[in-house]
């Protein structure tokens, strides 16, 4: 049985309702849990034991190998990173999350739009505030403004990598991985986010945890069906 946070979906049994339907063995996994699988096996954190991955998207994905295995939690609900609170008194988490202030609500795709229209709201002569106007405002717009060197764009970006940085300070001075992934649509950023949020981990994460490199995802977009395929390849029978 699973619960989906952005779907509303709980205890649906998916595994067992596919099986019935399509009479053949079926595999159900988180899709952050197969992404991290994909690269752990084939991808930027091969040949390491331990391994986070945050997935950036419309919201913030989480995968963890631990001894090269992934780990699921007592539920098979584990490793929902991104709901990991950096800002208590932050804004209200999306979905179910009944939760203020998670990394999802601040440097995830709907995280950026958000920020981005605030900061034209507040600014409207800027290049922001004018694709603002013209309702053509987004993470994606506002990714090619400061990727052509909008400071306005670019300091919003930067916000967004901070606290990014603030996540993964955190998740490695719990988890003391040896390398930290970094995927999902929003790592096209490229340094635009992982420049600020390196630089955050590093001045925030203890000292022998810091020293995991922080590395974009190599499967892109076919780490989700890569890692599903492994875990059907892998499955018992």
């Known amino acids: ?27 159900v996994d988180n899709d952050a849990n197969v992404a991290a699988l994909a690269e752990h096996r084939l991808g930027a954190a091969r040949g390491h034991a331990d391994v986070v991955l945050l997935t950036l998207g419309t919201g913030i994905g989480g995968g963890l190998i631990v001894g090269g295995q992934v780990f699921r939690g007592g539920r098979g609900q584990g490793a929902e990173l991104g ?3 950096v800002k208590g008194d ?4 999306q979905g179910n999350c ?3 202030g998670c990394i999802e609500t601040m440097c995830s795709g709907t995280s950026l739009g958000r920020d981005l229209r605030d900061y034209a709201q507040a ?45 993964v300070a955190s998740l490695t001075n ?9 995927g999902g649509g929003l790592s096209a950023a490229g340094d635009l986010i992982l420049g600020p949020a390196r630089r955050e981990y590093q001045r925030r994460a203890l000292p022998p945890t810091r020293r995991a ?11 989700g069906m890569v890692g599903a395929g492994i875990l059907a390849a892998e499955a018992p029978g």
Do not use: K, Y
């Open 90 to 93: 932050g804004p209200p988490c």
């Open 123 to 167: 600014n409207p002569g800027t290049a922001l505030g004018r694709l603002e106007a013209e309702g053509r405002l987004d993470s994606r717009t506002g990714l090619e403004l400061a990727r052509a060197g909008d400071q306005d764009a670019i300091r919003v970006f930067t916000t967004a990598g901070e606290w990014l940085g603030v996540a």
């Open 98 to 100: 009944p939760n203020h």
């Open 174 to 182: 719990v988890f003391d991985p040896d390398v930290v992934v970094i």
């Open 1 to 27: 049985m699973g619960a989906s946070n952005h779907t509303g979906m709980d205890g649906l049994d998916a595994r067992g309702l596919l099986q019935q339907r399509l009479g053949l063995p079926v595999v």
């Open 83 to 85: 709901h990991v609170v």
């Open 213 to 223: 490199p922080l590395v974009v995802a190599q499967m892109g977009n076919d780490a």
